[in-house]
């Protein structure tokens, strides 16, 4: 990519900013044609809405844990303007709060349905992560899964401090297994010596 690809997704943002700050009256039309803005520069990429708070709504755009687009997600909001009403925001980021839920159709996914055992190799940390009710069949769920962590520990730490990651359901935890709630997973992964951006 090079920075007219940025330019023009953002010459196109201004001219939609209204319709977007108010996109719940445009939704149907106006998102999936910013997806397909975005996308034009790497299919990876996704963005997120946030609520308004004062007159202010963030803008995250997201690599979708793809580690490939995640240059393209640094430069892009690298070549970001200032707004008035908008923060633009890189990757999902990690929540100080862990009343969260994940909802994919009849499904709903919470921290509290999700404990670890992990083991830490080469800077990272490899986990095992045992799931409440896991379909291991339902490849929504692993979805699921991932997004939870990214609104746990922060999608660039996901991808750049955990190593594998192997998930199961929680029937398959077994007396040796050392285990932790979900919520523990951040102060694991802050006690890495690696950089983050937060």
Known sequence: MNDQDYIAFWKWFQENEEKLFFYENFEQELLP???DELQRINKDLVFEIGPEIEGVREFVISANGMKNAFSDVIELVRHAPDFDRWEIIPFRQRKDVFDLEVELEDIILTPNDISFS???EKG???????????DEENEKMYH???????????????EMKIGTIDIYSDEEIAEEDEVYPLTKLPH???????NSIH
């Open 188 to 194: 694991i992964i802050d006690s890495l010596n690696t």
């Open 118 to 120: 992990y083991e830490k």
């Open 144 to 158: 699921m899964v991932f997004l939870l962590l990214d609104n746990i520990v922060g999608e660039y730490d996901v």
């Open 124 to 134: 990272r940390v490899n986990l095992t992560l045992f799931v409440e009710n896991m």
């Open 33 to 35: 044609s910013a997806l």
